[in-house]
Nanobody, 118 residues
């Protein structure tokens, strides 16, 4: 059974930082492209960042320079370091795993709430 379990969300003031974690089980983690998505109320889901099995990264323009995605294959975990947080970063953040060749092998975590407010 595949599981992606996120943690690290919470309430933070504008300008603050949070680090999200997503631990995967049931997949060969090292070969998967891992991503973070977010969805705010009344808005469409947005890709925040992804990291390939080889460590290549890509970010949404709205988070470039503030967020950093990384992975630890030994721990089957992907991270999202979020700095200089803004109220508009408030959303449910979900972890995603995509097989690099088999498009139907796609998995999601349950999500973790991030709220940026004073």
């Amino acid at each position: 059974q595949v599981q992606l379990v996120e943690s690290g969300g919470g309430l933070v003031q504008p300008g603050g930082s949070l680090r999200l974690s997503c631990e995967a089980s049931g997949i060969t983690f090292s070969i998967y492209t891992m991503g973070w998505y977010r969805q705010a109320p009344t808005k469409q889901r947005e890709l925040v960042a992804f990291i390939s099995s080889g460590g290549n990264t890509n970010y949404a323009d709205s988070v470039k320079g503030r967020f950093t995605i990384s992975r630890d294959n030994a721990k089957n975990t992907v991270y999202l370091q979020m700095n200089s947080l803004r109220p508009e970063d408030t959303a449910v953040y979900r972890c995603n795993a995509n097989h690099p060749k088999l498009g139907y092998l796609k998995y999601w975590g349950q999500g973790t709430q991030v709220t940026v407010s004073s």
